[in-house]
């Protein structure tokens, strides 16, 4: 399809008027009503189906959401699903490469390589905190492309944040390993299930201290068992499996950074705590 001079949209092979955008069935006003009321098409995504739809689906952007820092879009993929003669279609978001802000304090053109690492990390975990996320090409390049993921709008953040909630100090000891240089409270997703998502992890895996969290709850507190038990399979697979699967991602000194920061978690068998050289918390924290 092409646009016409007067914006109407034709067919780029007939000229004539084309019909009306459809994907997996939803028209153009059905995909921008959820695109304003922030819902995942799809509903509820096995995540294996949810990682294939991100890779390999036909990616539609249906508008830009223009409170992020970067070039962010909310788009469709469309795909085959559980049943191969049914296509579906999945809400997600894609940031791509070319659409990042430069920053001073990392290189230029890495953070959606550092989004995907961070999915790539928690997922290693065992904790499944970053929603499903991969590396593709889309409409403006190469980019990150995540599950947009539904919310529960009675939760209050704020709230949230200053309770011992255990979904959220896993959040703390995995952004504690990420170098999380940004975890604000907006940042954080509690979904309807009673899970909580972190999300924006594009500024993580700097080689020197950053971490800048709203979560410092638990500072000081010593490491439970299952985290001790998480950091240790961590710091080994580093050296194996995942290490590889970082190393397309990150620079081998960020490698090396992060297989430091556990084994300092490890050796000191608590939670970290704010650096009084530095500023401990992101602005604006939400």
Known sequence: MTESGSGEMVDGDSGEPAGELLVAGLTQAEMEAAALEGRQVAGRLEKSIALRLLRDGEMTIVGRLMTASNA??????????????????????????????????????????REVAAHTLSEASGWE?????????????????????????????????????????????????????????????????????????GLCFAVEPKLRTVL????????????????TRLRSDLAGALGEQLVPLLAIAELAATSRRIDALLETGKMPRPDRNRPAVPWPPY
């Open 129 to 201: 905190i970053v929603p499903p996320t991969v590396m593709r090409d889309g409409p403006f390049g190469e980019g990150m492309v995540q599950l947009w993921m539904e919310t529960d709008a009675t939760v209050d953040i704020g709230k949230l944040i200053g309770t011992d909630n255990a979904a959220l100090r896993r959040i703390a000891v995995l952004d504690a390993v990420l170098n999380n240089a940004d975890r604000k409270a907006g940042h954080l997703l509690p979904l309807p299930d009673g899970r909580i998502h972190g999300i924006d992890n």
């Open 72 to 113: 962010t879009f909310w788009c469709l993929v469309a795909g085959h699903g559980e049943d191969p003669e049914a296509t579906i279609a999945a809400s997600c978001v894609y940031k791509p490469i070319r659409g990042e802000r430069p920053l001073y304090d990392f290189p230029d053109g890495t953070l959606a390589c």
């Open 216 to 231: 410092w709850r638990w500072r000081g507190q010593p490491l439970t068992a299952e985290e001790r038990a998480v950091l």
